[in-house]
């Protein structure tokens, strides 16, 4: 099958640089790479490792009530903030 494709340089550029590594026609460069590249987008994902978190006691909160920001921050950088 004939077509035409309109590479990005940096596309055009690894083409180039894999064709004179294999010592190959750029043809054959482009179907390797297409076939490689459609089986594995073709392939389901890799099932993702499980990730587990430690739980960590804080402690209790200082601050009486967290809903007015304003005091918050007075006990956390003191009376001066306000």
Not at 19 to 27: D, E, I, P, T, Y
Not at 43 to 72: E, F, K, Y
Request: proline share 6%.
């Amino acid at each position: 099958m004939r077509t035409t494709l309109t590479l990005e340089k940096d596309v055009a550029v690894a083409l180039e640089r894999m064709r004179k590594v294999r010592k190959a026609s750029l043809k054959h460069v482009i179907n390797d790479a297409l076939r490689r590249g459609l089986s594995q987008m073709a392939a389901p994902p890799p099932p993702r490792r499980a990730v587990r978190t430690r739980p960590v006691s804080l402690g209790r909160c200082l601050i009486g009530n967290m809903d007015n920001v304003a005091d918050a921050l007075a006990v956390a950088e003191g009376e001066s903030f306000r």
